[in-house]
């Protein structure tokens, strides 16, 4: 995945009403940026830290320009537009990285399904059975290559885990997919201190046949792409 417009940097001020962030450019005044990431952005979102936006040159929106790159604890790259993980799944379902979901011959998105008035991301169909697949973009770093899901609680990810299992409980294939768009996580575990209620359902989630898997990506100023399986751990903390 190319970026179409350049990036360029800058030092993030602050982030606040949720879509919004104060960034200062090398050269010129402060701005105000969109802020394209609805969660909490623990650990991305740290006053005086660099980062790269990209300028739409439309006069027409109300800030032309949007927040993209982080440099997180100043050495690792993160993607903190949420936006952009659908995209990175499909080209690399596409270009065959994800080995765990090769085989279809047609893929949609968006696709409206189950019984909470729910969208699945990632819709799969072939000769066999039909796989849908919920992406979730991963960027909270704990250190030491650990990343964790949520970086807020989330009823509406537990209702996607249930809509997940009763793919599976009607006979279709149901995949929980990490896009981890940050150099620094190597490993994917479930924030059991933030969310435990998410993590549960989690575990019940997989218990009840629902496959979850993790994809790291590489990251430069000129593009992303997801090229690695990384490590699940689904484990409570006692249990580690």
């Not at 005044?29 to 623990?42: E, I, K, L, Q, V």
């Not at 440099?71 to 903190?80: R, W």
């Not at 729910?118 to 697949?133: K, M, N, P, Q, T």
């Amino acid at each position: 995945m190319k970026f179409s417009v350049p990036l360029q940097e800058a030092l993030l001020m602050k982030r606040y009403k949720r879509f919004l962030a104060d960034l200062q450019p090398h050269q010129g005044d402060m701005f105000t940026a969109h802020c394209p990431n609805t969660g909490s952005m623990a650990a991305c979102a740290e006053p005086n830290s660099r980062v790269w936006y990209w300028d739409s040159a439309n006069t027409k929106r109300k800030y032309p320009c949007t927040w993209e790159l982080v440099e997180v604890a100043e050495q690792y790259l993160a993607c903190i537009n949420t936006q952009r993980a659908n995209g990175l799944v499909v080209e690399a379902i596409n270009n065959g990285v994800i080995t765990e979901l090769q085989g279809y011959n047609e893929l949609k998105t968006e696709v409206k399904y189950g019984d909470e008035n729910s969208r699945i991301d990632i819709f799969l169909r072939g000769d066999g059975a039909d796989c849908y697949v919920e992406v979730k973009s991963v960027t909270w770093w704990r250190g030491e290559g650990s990343g964790e899901f949520p970086d807020a609680v989330t009823e509406r990810g537990r209702k996607h885990l249930r809509e997940l299992m009763a793919m599976v409980a009607a006979g279709h294939r149901a995949v929980l997919l990490f896009c981890v768009p940050h150099m620094g996580i190597e490993r994917v575990s479930p924030a059991w201190d933030k969310d435990p209620k998410y993590a549960q359902a989690l575990l019940d989630a997989v218990a009840a046949g629902v496959e979850v898997y993790a994809y790291g990506a590489r990251i430069d100023y000129q593009g992303m792409e997801l090229n690695r399986a990384l490590p699940v751990n689904l484990a409570r903390p006692a249990e580690q």
